[in-house]
């Protein structure tokens, strides 16, 4: 037990390094993605072509994550980890100052029914942009508005509206794990839309669980049900979390066969995904 404890600590302070290198290094890749998703149908809809060059982050981002599951999502996204920085500090907050015991959140059957928001705003913003629209409607995009700060310029102008959703989009995270991933993020729903390579699936030995634990469960950034044997759910962000609190060790990935140890399995994957951000120009300093 002191040695899983030791593990897990060691794999927390991996976790952050590598989170807080992508954050200050590739703070726009998830923009860079999408702006390819948003070329494919502008160009369908005007019947013009697409300069393959300009889908290359796209396409990078999609293979990464048909070979490792939602890898981005759980350790690269900056918008990612923005969210569950601001939770965690909320949460600090409110048991420090408010001496709450439990923190205010959106309650996990809500939150399942919400997930589906994002898929509505993803096929809203494929028409608009296919109706050629989309390039009209500047100044409302909170991605933007982060990118910018991100690389320390002031939004520019006109982004007023884009500045009060992304402050509305901040004072959910701070009620809800993965607020925007879950409910609102257009790229969130293309990756739960993706197919993932089988090695990716978690597997968990539900037979040999603890009676009425539902520790992996409760501990879900994105509430997935953890309720068979193999689990492949688009919603999955691969954080790990699950592996993580499991008492029996109930939960891996084939992958572990080859490798044992998880740090240098999330070691590798990071190194994997900088070298490819590299080449694709995700960032800043290379
Ligand atoms: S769901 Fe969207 S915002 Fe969240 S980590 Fe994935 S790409 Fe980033
Ligand atoms: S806790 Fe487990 S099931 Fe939930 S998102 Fe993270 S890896 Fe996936
Ligand atoms: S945390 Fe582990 S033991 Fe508990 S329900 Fe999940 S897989 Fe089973």
């Not at 590739?26 to 860079?32: D, G, N, V």
């Not at 919603?235 to 998880?262: F, H, T, W, Y």
Request: proline share 4%.
């Amino acid at each position: 037990m002191a040695d899983k404890k030791k593990k897990l600590k060691y794999k927390k302070i991996t976790e952050v390094i590598i989170r807080v290198i992508f954050f200050i290094a590739m703070p726009a890749a998830f923009a860079s993605g999408f702006v390819g998703v948003k070329l494919i149908f502008n160009a369908v809809g005007q019947g013009k072509p697409i300069d393959p060059d300009k889908l290359l982050v796209l396409i990078g981002l999609l293979a990464f994550t048909i070979v490792f599951g939602r890898f981005f999502c759980g350790f690269v996204c900056a918008f990612g980890s923005l969210g569950d920085f601001i939770y965690f500090l909320s949460g600090l907050i409110q048991k420090k100052i408010f001496k709450r015991k439990k923190q205010i959140t959106i309650p996990q059957k809500a939150s399942v029914l919400l997930q589906k928001l994002k898929y509505v705003i993803l096929a809203l913003i494929a028409l608009l942009c296919f109706c050629g629209v989309y390039s009209k409607l500047t100044g409302w995009n909170p991605w933007d508005v982060f990118s910018r700060i991100m690389v320390f310029k002031a939004p520019a102008d006109g982004y007023i509206l884009g500045i009060i959703i992304l402050v509305l989009i901040i004072i959910g995270m701070a009620f809800k794990k993965r607020f925007f991933c879950q409910f609102l993020c257009p790229m969130g729903a293309l990756f739960a839309l993706m197919p993932v390579l089988p090695f990716t699936a978690l597997h968990r030995d539900e037979s040999s669980c603890i009676k009425g634990c539902k520790a992996c469960r409760m501990n879900c950034p994105v509430d997935i049900k953890l309720g068979e044997d193999i689990l492949r759910d688009g919603e999955c962000i691969a954080c790990e979390k699950c592996m993580g609190v499991c008492p029996k060790s109930n939960i891996s990935r084939p992958e572990q066969k080859l490798v044992r140890n998880d740090i240098i399995i999330l070691v590798i994957k990071s190194v994997l995904f900088f070298v490819m951000g590299c080449l694709l120009g995700l960032c800043r300093f290379f």
